[in-house]
């Protein structure tokens, strides 16, 4: 008996039948672009079709040059390339997997001067505006639509996926934010749906009935001026009736200012649309976005709502899911936390993507773990992301290792971030690492600060120092005042805020802690409160499924400050700062940068900055360092002035310090010591180095 007999249930779909319910979702890894990358791109689908997904997507083929994200990026236009896809095909099949290319015209959302639209408006997301198509510009990318399905079956792809969501180009000619013509693809609802009605049915008469032709249908565009249900329901209908084999959900535009996937989505918060859909049609339909567990998956799919779960980023953190379902090791999935760090951000920055939680993902090829040929005993200090990552990869491969961990549990700094609300994701990892550390046989020795003579004289052949880092307490005179405390006493309970809370230090922490402070501790866990707060309504009965958003009123002022006069949030992700910053400004944070902060006295916190300076503060939801709430105001002093900002608690997220009182008492102990993590540099440290130094090393030992 299976605790997921809906998720394992085997399906037949079009001409194929799927071993079960999983599908991999199209992602772009960066691999697409140049077909001498191919044989790693087929090393990463072969491992994900071996470890259980029924059918894999791609990522994105544009079907002409000016459907193309990049220059010179993928593209499926010609047999040669088709070729090219070979490679690709026979790996996935091999392992027995099926495997659909995605067809994808990057319209305005191309990164290119050559870009094209269904009217010449550009994006708020890319700086080229679009020229519009004309009635012949038209007919011809429906032709290079249809060339493009052609060359992928000769590829041997068992189908391709239309991308009609995200506001590509498909979606542009959907909705009337973005469709302002008068001809025949645009200016009614019917006319708008042609061009993904004429896409579909044309790739059918073409590809013929053996070919999963996947529409991917934005259920809710999240956009001012979107689609409407009715309008969504009809196209559903429509493309059914042109020949989709079944339809994917796609949720918001990339434009769109309402987060679709990051960590503080709550699980499947847009799985009801495909309900909604599946009454519309007799599609199938797979439900998409923050699906990262089996149990989620399992009740969409006993629900009714969907006939198959896609799952995107959890196949990067975790080749092996379905299998390690169908094998009731739950436990052992290595659950994607929705952080974007290494992928989503990787991509956008064009880079090769990967995952913060495991590094070998889109390096399958590279990082290559096999058994050691020598066993040697291995002594891990810190069980932080660094330390875990290390010896649990150690053990795989044969070693014998002994990790100590100087606190009652594992986690190391994450087990801070875990308690941050909209970061309750983060808990998954440190319960995939305990359940590793059993797995593997690392031997465990928690509440143990161990010594640099217990490790000389505990006979280890090699030892891992990964003691990570502790809060930086800067020099400003009266930082020893009871108003102040660190982050860490802050954040893990130790510690009581007053109403009036000043946070030193605008980084990734700074503002981690401001939403701890101000966030409604249960809005990630709690959909109707989440939707309330960013302002998501039901397309039925607005444009675009927007509405006003509602914000409750925090337990806590905040203020959060920097010395940089740049704007806070510049260093966050770029997928992700910008819902951090939203959040921020919506819950009232007041932000000041460009101050020096003089001292801290029982009048609360003393800044001053350069008075021609006042302006740092101007932009989007920040203040002029003179300015603002809570404060005594400002006086000048020559080319200074001054503010004291009156607060009640004071909370230090300066930075952090490497903890190296180890290593630097191993330096002369003949032992072979590797220094990792934060221990080895703190600054611009995070989860993603940390594990990624940790796994590489354990590699070459
Ligand atoms: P640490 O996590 O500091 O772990 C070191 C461990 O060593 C600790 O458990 C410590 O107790 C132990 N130790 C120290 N000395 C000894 C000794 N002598 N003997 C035995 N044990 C010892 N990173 C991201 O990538 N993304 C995020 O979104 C993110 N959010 C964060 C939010 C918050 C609020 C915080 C605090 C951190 C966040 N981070 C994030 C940062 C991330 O947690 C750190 O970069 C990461 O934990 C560093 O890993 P590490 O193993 O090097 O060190
Ligand atoms: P950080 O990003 O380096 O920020 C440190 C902050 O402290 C900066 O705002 C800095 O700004 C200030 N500061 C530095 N030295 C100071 C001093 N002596 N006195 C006063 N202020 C000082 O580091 P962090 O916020 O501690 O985060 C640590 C790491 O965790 C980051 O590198 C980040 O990658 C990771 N993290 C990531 C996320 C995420 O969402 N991806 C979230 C949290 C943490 P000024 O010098 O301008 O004052
Ligand atoms: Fe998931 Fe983060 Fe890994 Fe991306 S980097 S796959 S979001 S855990």
């Not at 996935?92 to 290319?101: D, K, P």
């Not at 005993?377 to 491969?397: I, S, W």
Request: neutral net charge; charged residues 25%.
């Amino acid at each position: 008996m299976t605790a997921y007999p809906n998720l394992l249930a085997p399906i037949e779909l079009g001409h194929v039948t799927l071993p079960n319910r999983v599908v991999m979702g199209s992602m772009h890894t960066g691999l697409e672009d140049r077909a001498k990358n191919f044989p790693k791109l087929a090393a990463f689908f072969a491992e994900r079709a071996r470890g259980g997904a029924s059918l894999i997507i791609t990522g994105g083929f544009a079907p002409n040059i000016a459907g193309t994200l990049l220059p010179l990026a993928s593209k499926l236009t010609t047999r040669r390339e088709a070729k090219q896809h070979k490679v690709i095909t026979d790996a996935v099949h091999a392992e027995g997997g099926r495997i659909a290319l995605q067809l994808l015209h990057a319209g305005r959302y191309a990164f290119t001067p050559w870009c094209v639209a269904p009217s010449a408006i550009k994006s708020p997301i890319s700086k080229f505006k679009p020229r519009a198509l004309t009635s012949r510009g038209v007919e011809k990318t429906i032709d290079a639509f249809v060339r493009s399905a052609r060359l992928a079956r000769e590829a041997g792809y068992d189908g391709v996926e239309v991308m009609g969501s995200e506001g590509y180009l498909i979606n542009q000619f959907l909705a009337p934010r973005t469709n302002k013509r008068t001809d025949e693809w645009g200016g009614t609802p019917e006319k708008r749906r042609r061009f993904a009605v004429e896409v579909v049915r044309r790739i059918r008469e073409e590809v013929g009935p053996d070919f999963l032709v996947i529409y991917r249908i934005s259920a809710v565009d999240l956009v001012p001026d979107g689609q409407t249900w009715d309008e969504v329901a009809a196209l559903a209908r429509e493309v059914e009736a042109a020949g989709a084999t079944v339809l994917n959900l796609g949720i918001g535009w990339h434009e769109a200012r309402v987060p679709t996937i990051v960590t503080s989505v709550p699980r499947a918060a847009f799985a009801s649309y495909a309900g909604r859909l599946k009454s519309e049609t007799s599609l199938p339909v797979i439900a998409t976005n923050r699906i990262n567990m089996p149990e989620v998956a399992e009740e969409i799919l006993g629900s009714g709502d969907a006939d198959f779960v896609s799952l995107a980023r959890p196949f990067l953190a975790d080749p092996e899911w379905v299998r390690k379902a169908a094998e009731s090791r739950v436990d052992e999935i290595n659950t994607c936390i929705a952080c974007n760090q290494a992928c989503l951000d990787h991509t956008f920055k064009n880079q090769r993507a990967t995952c913060l939680l495991n590094p070998r993902a889109v390096y399958e090829t590279e990082l290559v773990l096999g058994p050691t040929r020598r066993s040697k005993k291995v002594a891990v200090v810190g069980a932080g992301p660094a330390g875990l990552a290390c010896a649990t990869t150690l053990a795989e491969r044969g070693h014998s290792v002994e990790l100590f961990e100087a606190l009652d549990d594992i986690g190391g700094q994450f087990a801070i971030a875990q308690r941050i609300p909209g970061k309750e994701e983060f808990s998954e990892s440190i319960r995939y690492f305990r359940r590793r550390i059993e797995v593997t046989g690392v031997t465990l020795h928690l509440g143990r600060r161990v010594t640099a003579a217990e490790l000389r004289d505990g006979g280890f052949d090699e030892v891992v120092v990964a003691t990570g880092v502790e809060p930086r307490v800067p020099s400003i005179p009266g930082v020893d005042h009871p108003s102040v405390m660190t982050y860490a006493e802050l954040v893990r309970g130790e510690r009581e805020p007053g109403q009036r809370v000043a946070v030193i230090g605008a980084g990734g922490i700074g503002v981690d802690v401001s939403e701890f402070l101000t966030a409604q501790p249960s809005a990630t866990l709690d959909l109707d409160l989440w939707r309330a707060e960013w302002g998501v309504g039901d397309p039925a009965e607005s444009r675009g499924g927007l509405t006003k958003s509602l914000v409750e009123t925090p337990k806590h002022d905040v203020i959060l400050l920097q010395r940089k006069a740049s704007a806070i949030g510049k260093g966050l992700g770029k997928t992700t700062g910008w819902v951090h910053r939203a959040a921020l400004k919506a819950k009232g944070v007041e932000q000041v940068t460009g101050v020096s902060y003089d001292r801290i006295d029982d009048d609360g916190l003393h800044v001053s900055f350069v008075a021609a300076d006042a302006g740092a503060g101007k932009g989007k939801g920040r203040k002029a360092a003179n300015g603002g709430k809570g404060g005594k105001g400002g006086t000048a002093d020559g080319a200074r002035a001054f503010r004291v900002i009156a607060v009640d608690t004071i909370v230090l997220c300066a930075g952090q310090e490497s903890v190296r009182t180890l290593a630097d008492e191993l330096g002369d102990s003949g032992l072979p010591v590797h220094v990792i993590g934060g221990a080895d540099v703190a600054a611009e440290l995070d989860a993603k180095r940390a594990i990624r130094q940790g796994t590489e090393l354990a590699a070459s030992i």
